[in-house]
């Protein structure tokens, strides 16, 4: 059975930083790229950032130059840290594990809330 499940949501003030974690089980980690989307309330989910099994990153344009993903395999978690949250950024965030040879994520955790506000 697999399961991806997500922590290090919260209540964060403008300007803060977070970091959220994915633990992977039931998977080859190692062999899957893992990537971070977000939903905003009245929103359509949005790909905030991925990494490959190799270690080749992406961002969207929107957290570019904010955020760090990256990954530890021997502990099958992926990372996403985020800096200078701001309003904007409140929303479920969610991890997804994709098959090398599948073109869109094959697995989704829970997500969990990452709410910014004064």
């Known amino acids: 059975q697999v399961q991806l499940v997500e922590s290090g949501g919260g209540l964060v003030q403008p300007g803060g930083s977070l970091r959220l974690s994915c633990t992977a089980s039931?998977?080859?980690?190692?062999?899957?790229?893992m990537g971070w989307y977000r939903q905003a309330p009245g929103k359509q989910r949005e790909l905030v950032a991925t990494i490959t099994a190799g270690g080749t990153t992406t961002h969207a344009d929107s957290v570019k130059g904010r955020v760090t993903i990256s990954r530890d395999n021997a502990k099958n978690t992926v990372y996403l840290q985020i800096h200078s949250l701001n309003l904007e950024d409140t929303a479920v965030y969610y991890c997804a594990a994709r098959r090398i040879t599948a073109l869109t994520p094959d697995y989704w955790g829970q997500g969990t809330q990452v709410t910014v506000s004064s």
């Open positions: 039931g998977i080859d980690f190692s062999i899957h790229a």
